[in-house]
């Protein structure tokens, strides 16, 4: 058989049948979903399903008028839907990198732009970075997840865990950050000779320092910022 062969093409792409974990892996870029109930996934990130899945977008209720009025403040683009059912779910976005987490009783604040689905036992709630609010294009928001239960979260390409440790902080960039410990409060700072060294023009950086113990997820990769400054 030819390995440029269609049969050969199937047997390499095809899905994983012995998959039963509640979330896995399809692909590094398609996480399936072994439904039997609900989930909360990002709106638009369904590519396929099989099986009885009903799909429903968030209410404007569902979770209260505090949230609904983040909400509307943000202008979150990344708003959420209910997949119910029983059944294979496979979702993606823009194939990007998908990593998925179970917390055991933890804490972890998402990017909105990075957050593609969790169980609906985790309780969430959306953030509003107010102090950046006009200075930065995409990830003015966040979601901070906590209890126990599966996070699948993506990035552009590979991402990288930075430790913060007292008296260490660690300083990162708003678009290129995706994650951190719950418990962090990053604080934001402007470098306007920064900024003129990289050749972006007039105006001030916008840059996100955490200080403490805990961890930040950063991606190679600056969200919402166009290729040509």
Same mark, same amino acid.
């Given at each position: 058989?030819?390995?440029?062969?269609?049969?050969?093409?199937?047997?390499?792409?095809?899905?994983?049948?012995?998959?039963?974990?509640f979330?896995e892996l399809?692909?590094?870029?398609?996480?399936?979903?072994n439904?039997?109930?609900?989930?909360?996934?990002?709106?638009?990130?369904?590519?396929?399903?099989?099986?009885?899945?009903?799909?429903e977008?968030? @209410? +404007?209720?569902?979770?209260?008028? =505090?949230?609904? #009025?983040?909400?509307?403040l943000t *202008?979150? %683009?990344?708003?959420?839907?209910?997949?119910?059912?029983?059944?294979?779910?496979?979702?993606?976005?823009?194939?990007?990198?998908i990593?998925?987490?179970?917390?055991?009783?933890?804490e972890?604040?998402?990017?909105?732009?990075d957050?593609?689905?969790?169980?609906?036992?985790?309780?969430?709630?959306?953030?509003?970075?107010? @102090? +950046?609010?006009?200075?930065?294009? =995409?990830?003015? #928001?966040?979601?901070?997840?906590? *209890?126990? %239960?599966?996070?699948?979260?993506?990035?552009h390409?590979?991402?990288?865990?930075?430790?913060?440790?007292?008296?260490?902080?660690?300083?990162?960039?708003?678009?290129?950050?995706?994650?951190?410990?719950?418990?962090?409060?990053p604080?934001?700072?402007?470098?306007?000779?920064?900024?003129?060294f990289l050749?972006?023009?007039?105006?001030?950086?916008?840059?996100?320092?955490?200080?403490?113990?805990?961890?930040v997820?950063?991606?190679?990769?600056?969200?919402?910022?166009?290729?040509?400054?």
């Amino acid at each position: 058989m030819s390995k440029y062969s269609i049969e050969q093409f199937i047997k390499e792409t095809k899905q994983d049948e012995q998959e039963n974990d509640f979330f896995e892996l399809e692909t590094p870029r398609i996480l399936e979903i072994n439904l039997k109930g609900k989930v909360w996934a990002k709106a638009g990130s369904m590519i396929s399903y099989n099986g009885s899945i009903k799909f429903e977008r968030e @209410k +404007v209720l569902e979770h209260g008028v =505090g949230r609904m #009025f983040k909400k509307a403040l943000t *202008g979150e %683009g990344s708003s959420l839907m209910k997949a119910e059912g029983t059944g294979r779910l496979y979702l993606a976005d823009q194939g990007k990198k998908i990593t998925i987490l179970h917390l055991e009783d933890e804490e972890i604040t998402v990017s909105g732009n990075d957050l593609l689905a969790f169980e609906t036992d985790i309780d969430w709630d959306i953030n509003f970075m107010k @102090k +950046v609010a006009g200075m930065v294009s =995409g990830g003015l #928001f966040n979601v901070t997840l906590r *209890g126990t %239960g599966m996070v699948a979260i993506t990035s552009h390409y590979e991402p990288l865990t930075l430790l913060v440790h007292p008296g260490t902080p660690v300083i990162t960039d708003p678009n290129a950050t995706v994650a951190w410990s719950g418990h962090l409060e990053p604080e934001f700072r402007t470098d306007i000779s920064f900024r003129t060294f990289l050749g972006r023009g007039s105006g001030e950086s916008i840059q996100m320092e955490f200080k403490g113990n805990g961890f930040v997820i950063v991606q190679p990769f600056e969200e919402g910022v166009s290729n040509n400054q």
